[in-house]
T-cell receptor, first 107, second 113 residues
Framework: GIQVEQSPPDLILQEGANSTLRCNFS?????LQWFHQNPWGQLINLFY???GTKQNGRLSATTVATERYSLLYISSSQTTDSGVYFC?????????FGPGTRLSVLP | ETGVTQTPRHLVMGMTNKKSLKCEQH?????MYWYKQSAKKPLELMFV?????RVENNSVPSRFSPECPNSSHLFLHLHTLQPEDSALYLC?????WGTGELFFGEGSRLTVL
């Protein structure tokens, strides 16, 4: 089945810093999403981005489907950005999640 | 109400108890999912229902029993669980199986004593 990798596994930032999270996948996809899991466990939808570039406030994402990767950019990070960021793709008919990047933003 | 809602948010049960988790989606979606997330582990797909029919059962022990009475509701019935079943159980829905955007509920945190 399709494999999804995320890097880095852990990231510690000072408030105000920028960061880039990466998602690599092993096969072509037509469905890719980024999620943020907050400290209470809820998964919040960030982007539905099978291809191209999208921006939402301080966050933006780019998916290059032909090269099998997606990037999530966080600018001017805030402590509320802390949590785990997951990317998910569809392999077969099931959503396959990466292992996540754990982000800690320090005040 | 909008989105996907799960109840209860927290549940503590003994190994001999029987309890149920409930999920309701208000998005008009046709597919619903149960995921399990244990501490510091990736999300594990448990079950998928498409148009109220179970289409995926990911080698889940029989002590977990799903039920989908209609396209808006999904239950996970729990009986004779083990302490290692303690985890966050997440319900999700999408327009159809494997298509569209996946939306999650808030999760039900289960502790088995």
């Amino acid at each position: 089945g399709i494999q999804v990798e995320q890097s880095p596994p852990d990231l510690i930032l000072q408030e105000g810093a920028n960061s880039t999270l990466r998602c690599n996948f092993s096969d072509s996809v037509n469905n890719l999403q980024w999620f943020h899991q907050n400290p209470w466990g809820q998964l919040i939808n960030l982007f539905y981005i099978p291809s191209g570039t999208k921006q939402n406030g301080r966050l933006s994402a780019t998916t290059v489907a032909t090269e099998r990767y997606s990037l999530l950019y966080i600018s001017s990070s805030q402590t509320t950005d802390s949590g785990v960021y997951f990317c998910a793709v569809v392999g077969g008919q099931n959503f396959v999640f990466g292992p996540g990047t754990r982000l800690s933003v320090l005040p | 109400e909008t989105g996907v809602t799960q109840t209860p948010r927290h549940l503590v049960m003994g190994m001999t108890n029987k309890k149920s988790l409930k999920c309701e989606q208000h998005l008009g979606h046709n597919a619903m999912y149960w995921y399990k997330q244990s501490a510091k582990k990736p999300l594990e797909l448990m079950f998928v229902y498409s148009l109220e029919e179970r289409v995926e059962n990911n080698s889940v022990p029989s002590r977990f029993s799903p039920e989908c009475p209609n396209s808006s509701h999904l239950f996970l019935h729990l009986h004779t669980l083990q302490p290692e079943d303690s985890a966050l159980y997440l319900c999700a829905s999408s327009q159809d199986w494997g298509t569209g955007e996946l939306f999650f509920g808030e999760g039900s945190r289960l502790t088995v004593l």
